[in-house]
């Protein structure tokens, strides 16, 4: 080979080895710029705590073997008529550190509206045993938010997917 071809090679392997930035989670494409919620007396409304497990990874065969899954978090405003206002949306591991805040301030959707958190398959930093924490409030205690994760991986001819709801937590 000339040594022409050989650098020609060199640059096209070294190329095709540069992999793309992946953003580790966010939440979907809705501008939360649009979601601020400006004006709100929250401290008038019922206030509420969701808990919410997740798997980033499972195990198969033996505890060393996992599948890896993306998770999809869905926020879902049950309510027909009143907004809920969501005033945190944080993210913890399997040894309960908390490793993500997704909100700086609080945002509201409207009603019958769902917000999405997606996590990709390559973030494992949650582990086996994650979770999110959700405050909330609303002004109709009858229809408190409703979440919900879906976790899915497809590895050759092999997929799986389930699904997890959110709890409501008292002891705070």
């Not at 198969?60 to 073997?65: F, G, I, R, S, V």
């Not at 945190?88 to 909100?103: C, F, P, V, W």
């Not at 919900?148 to 997917?161: D, K, P, R």
Request: hydrophobic share 35%; net charge negative.
């Amino acid at each position: 080979m000339t040594k022409a071809l050989l650098n020609a090679l060199l640059v096209l392997l070294i190329l095709s080895s540069c992999q793309k930035h992946t953003e580790i989670s966010q939440l979907s494409k809705v501008n939360l710029e649009n979601r601020k919620a400006i004006n709100v007396d929250l401290d008038s409304l019922t206030q509420g705590k969701t808990y919410l497990p997740v798997y980033s990874h499972i195990y198969h065969t033996q505890e060393h073997k996992t599948f890896d899954l993306t998770i999809t978090v869905s926020i879902r405003n049950v309510s027909t008529k009143d907004s809920v206002f969501i005033t945190k949306a944080d993210y913890y591991n399997t040894s309960g550190y908390n490793i993500r805040q997704y909100l700086s301030e609080p945002i509201f959707i409207k009603p019958l509206e769902t917000v999405e958190i997606v996590i990709p398959e390559e973030d494992k930093e949650g582990g086996s045993g994650a979770n999110f924490l959700f405050d909330w409030s609303i002004k109709d205690s009858k229809n408190p938010p409703l979440f919900e994760a879906v976790m899915i991986s497809t590895y050759g001819q092999q997929g799986l997917s389930f699904s997890t709801r959110g709890v409501l937590v008292y002891d705070e």
